[in-house]
């Protein structure tokens, strides 16, 4: 290898990350990468709200209020009847009338009254009675499936509530008076005067016994409404809308922070401090599986590796001659083997001579891309079955200068062989017949039989593909690299959004231009 630069004395540098502000911006672009899921919740959730308003039942409810009135604690005509009485705290007397309005014993008079076929502990639980504020007001409120129903219920329960403790408290009378009228009689006649206690009590009595209840009176009775509460469609819909799109907003950010793939260029920073070398677009117009040759690029991927080679090359200036570079990845189907294609034919069109090395020995796709089949492969110059010159093939699309060694037959058993010290000597033997050398080496984080080709080679390029690459495979690589000593020349980014239409180099160029050396 040659010495290394200034850059490289450090090579452990470059895993530190980049200590970059994350504001406004990296949220837009996290809700601009998810908007599909932020949409498909939010269609979702309103379709739940629009179906929910067509298929809940109706509900209305209808309310009735009664006033609440507690005897005085000074008057003791009243001792002993069960009538509400008036206290030191307001609040407890109107929250004691509340409870004997909701009463098995009303329900049953209901019943009773609107002919109803339901058991009184589930008509309950239609009716509720609670204090109004902090006034003297209770109000009885009743949900049913019709506002007639809903009306009609809410005045039973208020008025047979008043009936209710009319009753209790007429049969409460008519056993105090006989006895209070009894001790009266036992009065002689020539003793009984109007002011006495006992009389003025028997009199205010069989008053009372005469009205209602004198504690809880119906103000007001309920009305028919005029709107159902439940299920209110512009109230479900707008619900379904807000809840669609929280629910969007926190599943964005909840996958972005789960999801291991590589999305966009400041994860990549967040990683390594590596130049992007090079931001290839993705192909949208194959199906292909494997590697792709010039001859299949569009014109915007084409003059991405042309930027590739560009940029490397002034990268490492006069420095760069007679050298290797491996390309590599974390993981497979990243786009290795098209770039390790690509970047040689970009050198090639540059007037260069250049020797492209496949290393892959599993999935070996070089060959089967440009259309050539070896006589020897790598894997015989490795064991001395074959030299180097005799297992150079070229192929006649891409002219001479274009030397392939290629896999034979793809055998995992095989990749041992690349750790053999004539794997080292391979590069150099390489270097020594062409301008340069590019290796398409295995994913090191999956084939570590590869690695003394890192070593050896003058560079190392990392080529990272935008939605396949993961995060805690790049970090793998990277440790890898740097525990050896070799600081990569910098990344190929792939899968990046394609030029406008309209954009200076989005014309597709002919084959011939595309294979052409200038």
């Known amino acids: 290898m040659a010495p290394p630069s200034a850059t490289e004395s450090r090579p452990r540098d470059w895993l530190q990350p980049r200590l970059e502000e994350q504001g406004l911006q990296r949220y837009l672009v996290t809700l601009r990468e998810r908007w599909w899921l932020i949409l498909l919740t939010a269609l979702i959730t309103t379709g739940a709200a629009v179906a929910y308003s067509q298929l809940a039942p109706k509900v209305y409810k209808a309310s009735a209020s009664i006033l609440v009135t507690p005897v005085s604690n000074s008057d003791e005509n009243f001792v002993g009847l069960g009538l509400i009485r008036d206290s030191n705290d307001p609040t407890r007397d109107v929250s004691t009338a509340s409870s004997l309005i909701t009463t098995t014993s009303v329900a049953q008079r209901v019943i009773e009254k609107l002919r109803l076929d339901i058991d009184p502990t589930r008509l309950l639980d239609k009716v509720t009675a609670e204090p109004l504020a902090q006034s003297s007001i209770v109000t009885v409120r009743a949900s049913e499936d019709s ?12 008025t047979e509530a008043v009936a209710e403790r009319t009753d209790q408290l007429r049969r ?7 006895t209070l009228r009894a001790q009266l009689d036992s009065v002689p006649v020539a003793k009984r005067d109007g002011s006495d206690p006992l009389n003025q009590r028997v009199a205010a009595l069989e008053a009372l016994r005469g009205v209602p209840d004198p504690t809880l009176r119906v103000t007001t009775p309920a009305i028919l409404p005029t709107a159902q509460s439940s299920p209110r469609p512009k109230l479900a819909l707008a619900a379904g809308i807000f809840s669609g799109l929280i629910l969007g907003f926190g599943g964005a950010f909840a996958l972005q922070a789960i999801d291991p793939r590589i999305r966009r260029e400041e994860q990549l920073r967040a990683l390594f401090r590596l130049p992007i070398l090079a ?15 010039p001859d299949k690029l569009s014109g915007p991927t084409a003059e991405a590796y042309r930027t590739l080679r560009t940029t490397l090359l002034a990268a490492k200036g006069s420095e760069f001659r007679s050298r ?17 294609i690509n970047f ?33 492969g790598i894997e015989s110059v490795l064991v001395g079955e074959a030299t180097l010159g005799e297992a150079l093939v070229t192929s006649p699309d891409y002219g001479p200068d274009l030397q392939l060694l290629l896999v034979d037959r793809p055998d995992p058993a095989l990749s041992d062989r690349l750790a053999l010290p004539t794997a080292r000597q391979l590069v150099h033997d390489a270097e020594e ?32 593909r935008l939605g396949r690459s993961r995060s805690g495979k790049l970090v793998q690589l990277g440790e890898m690299l740097a525990q050896h000593d070799i600081t990569p020349a910098g990344i190929a980014l792939v899968g990046v959004e394609r030029p406008a239409r309209d954009g200076y180099y989005y014309a597709e160029p002919s084959r011939s231009q595309k294979v052409s050396a200038g």
């Open 324 to 340: 290797s570079i491996l390309v590599t990845g974390s993981s497979p189907s990243e786009g290795k083997s098209t770039t390790a």
């Open 344 to 376: 040689a034919f970009s050198l090639v069109q540059a007037g260069h001579r250049v020797i492209l090395i496949e290393s892959d020995m599993r999935r070996p796709t070089v060959g089967e891309a440009l259309g050539v089949r070896p006589r020897f």
């Open 172 to 178: 409460q009378l008519d056993k105090t008076i006989p």
């Open 433 to 464: 017949l062409a301008d340069y050398v590019v290796i398409d080496s295995p994913p090191l984080t999956e084939i570590i039989d590869a690695l003394p080709l890192a070593q050896e080679a003058s560079d190392v390029l990392v080529v990272v």
């Open 279 to 293: 931001r290839i677009p993705r192909e949208t117009r194959t199906r292909h599986a494997g590697a792709l040759a």
């Open 147 to 158: 506002p007639e129903a809903a009306a009609e219920l809410a005045n039973a329960f208020a």
